[in-house]
Every structure is written in structure tokens, then in C-alpha cells.
């Protein structure tokens, strides 16, 4: 499962910092606005301790984490969705991804331009969504207009909007027009779950998950956080307060001295939240497969059936699906061993309605 997260925000608020910080990828990052044009692409690692004790319980050659891309998208400024600065290179970007992670300047730092002048997050939250909204306020007025002209969209759009005739034109008339009432008042869609289902297929901005990451300093200002948490209650989206400045600094060191330098400075590991939010943001779920030639996470979707989780691994195995043998790992670090999983009645044979459990590690049986 090919997963993309977006990094978005105002320029110089720390964008590419979070990029680099989360892939090692050496994104370019500068004091200017519009340092990134083109997105940065890295692929990053799921942190998951459970793999790691299948490794060293299986004796495994090699292990495979689940993985989630990051996307650093150009910064966004007011007007974006008239085509200001980078806006429409911007929104077409964003409009590709799964999911945002949306940084917002927290910390003072008199050398970092700030493009309005002043850290003012709630200000800043406010220009980045209003751009989103105004763009999906238009999108939904035309994908509208098409509708009740009853006229097939060209090739050029059809991705964007959908031809429908009859009964189904109608439902999709009156879910537009919701949609439209909705970004009237400011609201983004994720915050109607239903109605943004219906309308998936338009692929709209304020739909996608979000998170918010607050970039803050050596010391947070609480008020200037509680800012960001306001948005995010309001929104359906969820917050990370990290120091950006501060992983960029302890990445550079070695995996074995960084656990202390966070000891010492009391920091959490904020890119390992960061990551492993991004991928709740999605509502995945990780299945493990694990032997001693090899231990992988694989992702799927919360609620997949074994037959769908089988075809993560090869499209043969769901196709041939006969049944699933399951253990959670919990109980394999309970009990200590497969074995004693087994004669502890925990390891069972699961048809193909069973729906895959988070920490599942399954063995799946097929026959093509």
C-alpha cells in the first residue's frame, strides 16, 4: 500500500526542516520563501518496537518496516487559490496526497523572516486553510454547474469530476450543494465524514486527514499552542507540539548517543510521533508476517478481511485464499514462544470473514 503525506504550510515555519529530519534526505532549506518548488519525496519507516521483537524471537535474517512517504510541499501564501505565489503548483500537489501534516510556526527567531512579519499561528492557520476552502468552494461550484447542464466533463477534468445521470445526479446534486453550504461557513470537509465519502471522488483539499505540527523553540508558548489546538478540535484533526531545530540536530548523531541527548534534554522523540500519526492519521492497521528468513510489517486498511490482507502480499494469495492461521503478537510476548502460543489455545484458524486484528502475525494458506 503506497501511502503519501504532505508537508504544507506558510514559507520559512519549517517545512523542509521537518522533511530532512524525518528522511535524512537532505531536502534543501533555506531563510526565503519558496525554497522548495518542486516537492521533495523521501520514504520513511514506520518505528514499531513489535517488529524488532519478532526479529530477535524468530531469529530473522532481515526485517521489512511498513513505510509511509513524505511529500514537502512548496509554502503557501494568501491568494494561492487565485493563483498567487506558487498556489496553483501548490494545490496540485496537495491534491495528490493521502493525508496533511500542516507546520505552523510556534518559535521566535529574529533570523528566520517571517513572511507576515509577526508568529502569529492562528493567523497562520487561518491563511493556509482559507486558501484550501476557497479551492474547494470552487471546485464544488463547477463540478455543480457540469451537473446541472448535464454535460460530460472533457478529458482534461474528468478526473476531477464526476458524470452522473438520473437518480445518482441527483444525490450527488444535493451532496455538492451540502458541501458548498459547508465551505461557505469555513468548515472543511473532513469534518463531515459522511458527506466527504460521498464526494471522495473529487478529491477534495479540506477532505484529507490532518495533523498539525507545531514547531516550537527552546521553550513553548503555551497561549501560541493553545491557538493551534483550538483549529484542530474544530477541524477533526489532531496536534504535535515538536522543536524542529532540536531533531534536526539529534538526527545528525549517532543511532546509539540519540536516546541520551533526548534524556538529557527531556525531549520525546517528536518525528517518531510524527510518523506514527501520519500513519494513524489514515486509520491503518499493521499485520505481521515473520519466520526466520524474514520478519515484515505489512499495512492495510482497519477493518480488512484476511483474503484483502492476504492480497497486500501477492495478488495469488488472496485470489487462492483458503484460511488464516493468527496469533496477535501480544501473546507471543505474553507466552514467549510460538509454541506456547499454540498450547495456550491463542493461535487460531480464521476464515475469510475474519476481520485482520493491528499486531495480527498470520501465516495464510492458499491454493491457485
Known amino acids: 500500500m503506497s501511502l503519501e503525506v504532505g508537508i504544507v504550510g506558510l514559507p520559512n515555519v519549517g517545512k523542509s526542516s521537518l522533511f530532512n529530519t524525518l528522511t535524512k534526505a537532505g531536502a534543501q532549506a533555506s531563510n526565503f520563501p519558496f525554497t522548495t518548488i518542486e516537492p521533495n519525496v523521501g520514504i520513511v519507516e514506520v518505528p514499531d518496537a513489535r517488529l524488532k521483537f519478532l ?134 470537509l473532513r469534518t463531515q465524514p459522511e458527506l466527504a465519502i460521498e464526494l471522495k471522488q473529487f478529491q477534495f483539499l479540506t477532505a484529507k486527514p490532518l495533523l498539525y505540527v507545531a514547531n516550537v523553540g527552546e521553550t513553548v508558548d503555551q497561549a501560541k499552542l493553545e491557538q493551534i489546538n483550538a483549529h484542530a478540535q474544530k477541524e477533526n484533526a489532531t496536534v504535535i507540539a515538536i522543536s524542529v531545530k532540536a531533531e534536526l540536530e539529534i538526527v545528525d548523531l549517532p543511532e546509539a548517543e540519540q536516546a541520551e541527548y533526548r534524556k538529557e534534554l527531556s525531549l520525546i522523540s517528536g518525528l517518531g510521533q510524527v510518523i506514527q500519526a501520519s500513519y494513524a492519521l489514515l486509520d491503518l492497521i499493521t499485520f505481521f508476517t515473520a519466520g526466520p528468513k524474514e520478519s515484515r510489517a505489512w499495512t492495510i486498511a482497519r477493518g480488512a478481511k484476511a483474503p484483502q490482507a492476504a492480497g497486500v502480499i501477492h495478488t495469488d494469495f488472496e485470489r487462492g485464499f483458503i484460511r488464516a492461521q493468527v496469533f496477535n503478537v501480544e501473546d507471543l510476548q505474553k507466552y514467549g514462544s510460538e509454541k506456547a502460543v499454540k498450547e495456550a489455545g491463542k493461535l487460531r484458524s480464521e476464515g475469510k470473514d475474519y476481520v485482520v486484528q493491528d499486531g495480527d502475525v498470520v501465516e495464510f494458506l492458499f491454493n491457485v
Open 55 to 188: 526479529r530477535e524471537t524468530y531469529q530473522s535474517a532481515k526485517t521489512i518496516p511498513a513505510t509511509i512517504k513524505f511529500v514537502d510541499i512548496a509554502g503557501l501564501v494568501k491568494g494561492a487559490s487565485a493563483g498567487e505565489g506558487l498556489g496553483n503548483q501548490f494545490l496540485s500537489h496537495i491534491r495528490s496526497v493521502d493525508a496533511i501534516v500542516e507546520v505552523v510556526r510556534v518559535f521566535d527567531d529574529a533570523n528566520v523572516i517571517h513572511v507576515a512579519g509577526q508568529v502569529n499561528p492562528d493567523e497562520d492557520i487561518s491563511t493556509v486553510n482559507t486558501e484550501l476552502l476557497l479551492a474547494d468552494l470552487e471546485q464544488a461550484q463547477k463540478a455543480l454547474e457540469r451537473l446541472e447542464k448535464n454535460k460530460k466533463p472533457s478529458s482534461t477534468d474528468a478526473h476531477y469530476y464526476l458524470y452522473a445521470i438520473g437518480e445518482r445526479s441527483a444525490i450527488m446534486k444535493t451532496s455538492l450543494e451540502k458541501a458548498i453550504e459547508l465551505f461557505n461557513r469555513g468548515e472543511p
